[in-house]
């Protein structure tokens, strides 16, 4: 897949993250916006959230767009909310 990337300035690179949805660490938040990616599972708007549903905010919000470079030990990695990733596409 080809795309051409804007604002690669703003990105913010991290080593990783842990995984854990909603998470404030810097290196587990959005690339582009700095805010945590997903919601946490003790999160009352989860209550009566169907996990299959797909497409809902909460559902978009919990799987990041992950891009990487570099290689080996010096790779880097920057996860976005979808939304975000949509503002770093080129149009």
Known sequence: ?????NRLAEVRWSSGS??????????CVCALCAQPIGIPEDDPRRKDHDDE???CPICDDDVPIIL?????????????HHKCFEKVLAK
Not at 1 to 5: A, T, V
Not at 18 to 27: H, I, Q, R, V
Not at 68 to 80: L, S, T, V, W
């Open 1 to 5: 897949m080809n795309f051409i990337l």
């Open 18 to 27: 842990c995984g854990n949805l909603g998470c404030s660490d810097p290196e």
């Open 53 to 55: 549903c797909c497409g």
């Open 68 to 80: 990487f470079r570099g290689e080996g030990k010096a790779m880097k990695q920057a996860a976005f």
